[in-house]
């Protein structure tokens, strides 16, 4: 593909060449009409200096581009780069090549990302994705968020938000006959209605996750792992507060599949309704991104999913991945709900940067914030390497990174991570 690419811009760059010599030659005879002989030493004259313009503009264009993979990979690194929080998302850098540490710690409120940042053994290969994400081919996919409410108005979101284009908004007509009148940004579970927007402390949950996938590449705030190019999200709000029905969280699959979404992001968790949100799933074309959870109390810190089944974490249906939180030195951390047999992968959880309401950003812990990350790079497989989203799981899981430490924590202690094919 790169040398594709290269091969391109050598004959643009010929042609470019080639446009401006015969534009040259037709004014020069239009204007000499002094006899057959001078036309044709003129023509051989000009032929020759046509002749030698080429094999400048040939030489010079093949020296630019001697090698066309380094010249590719020279365009494409030119072209990275991060928007100003990208330096308080950690979980994004490279531990090893990329570190970006604030310039001066100590005039950051949030100190503790030096601690972080020089810490982290993390590299979920972000920086890989995004070289090969550049070379756009077409896949665009639907990802749906059954979370709170989000602010879809945010500064870094609002570009990648779904709609539903068959919906009329704001008329009190259900113009698409799907059985939701007004659903045009997607449908509110919890509150039955077609709010699914709030500005407000209630969408700050819904509002983080959406930002860790496509807060937009938009030189403001931060950087989500997709971006907003080749995303869209559907926002299916199922909560407000600490309430949840496993009711709603079936009604809002059900929806997300009907309305075309790919994937669905999944942070929050049942104590029961296990089957049924099985049954959901299993009746689904989509793939599932579930939290393992987080519990906390005087006794115990993370449960043992094995003794204590949370949902949808605990339903072994295919096309479900249960994600795990770690820290950035790779240990499991103390909140999250664990067990080999249904937590199938780790990624990051702890002071993760992203969006909040009303333009805001703000640090958040919890597998809440691992699952999207995991989507992510589930995604990044599929955009780069892989022609369905089950062919890009089983990348996702073949390609993770196993870590000792975590074996009993999650299966084959894998963590998360986006490897480039060479
Ligand atoms: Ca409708
Ligand atoms: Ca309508
Ligand atoms: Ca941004």
């Known amino acids: ?22 534009c040259a030659i037709f004014k020069k005879m239009k204007e000499d009409k002094k006899g057959f002989l001078k036309k044709v030493v003129d023509i051989v004259m000009l032929s020759m200096f046509v002749l030698g313009l080429f094999l400048m503009c040939f030489l010079s264009n093949k020296a630019s581009h001697g090698n066309p993979k380094e010249s590719a990979e020279a365009a494409i690194t030119k072209e990275l780069s991060y928007d100003p929080l990208y330096s308080k998302q950690w979980y994004l850098q490279d531990s090893v090549k990329n570190v970006v540490v604030p310039s001066n710690p100590t005039d950051d409120p949030d100190f ?103 807060a937009a590449h938009n030189g403001v705030g931060t950087m989500g792992i997709l971006g907003n190019t080749n995303v869209k999200l559907m926002v299916v709000p199922i909560y407000g507060g600490e309430e949840l029905e496993a009711d709603d969280l079936v009604s809002a699959i059900r929806y997300a599949d009907d309305m075309g979404a790919d994937i669905c992001n999944i942070s929050c968790v049942f104590q029961d309704g296990g089957d049924k949100i099985s049954k959901a799933m299993d009746q689904s074309d989509m793939y599932f991104v579930v939290a393992s959870g987080n519990f906390q109390s005087q006794y115990i810190n993370g449960l043992n999913l094995e003794e204590y089944r949370r949902f949808p974490a605990c339903c072994k249906n295919k096309r479900v991945i249960t994600v795990g939180s770690i820290n950035e030195r790779s240990e499991w951390s103390h909140f999250s709900n664990y067990s080999p047999a249904f937590v199938d992968i780790a990624a990051p959880g702890e002071y993760i940067y992203s969006t909040l309401p009303g333009d805001g950003y703000g640090f958040e812990s919890g597998t809440s914030a691992s699952a999207p990350i995991v989507t992510g790079i589930l995604s990044a497989y599929y955009y780069c390497y892989a022609d369905t989203v089950e062919e890009a799981a089983e990348l996702l899981l073949s390609n993770a990174q196993p870590n000792m430490g975590l074996m009993e924590k999650a299966s084959q202690g894998r963590i998360v991570r986006f490897l480039q094919k060479h």
């Open 1 to 22: 593909m790169k040398k594709e690419n290269a091969g391109i811009e050598n004959i643009k760059a010929v042609n470019r060449c080639f446009s401006v010599i015969e």
């Open 112 to 214: 503790i990302m030096e601690d972080i940042i020089l810490n982290s053994t993390i590299n979920i290969g972000v920086d890989d994705f995004w070289k090969c994400y550049q070379e756009d081919n077409g896949k665009e996919l639907v990802i749906a968020i059954l979370d709170s409410c989000v602010d879809i108005h945010h500064e870094d979101l609002e570009s990648a938000i779904w709609k539903n284009e068959a919906e009329i908004p704001d008329n009190g007509i259900d113009d698409d006959h799907n059985g939701y009148i007004d659903d045009f940004y997607g449908w509110n579970f919890f509150s039955d209605s077609p709010a699914v927007y709030d500005d407000g402390e209630e969408a700050a949950h819904g509002t983080h996750c959406a930002g860790i996938l496509a």
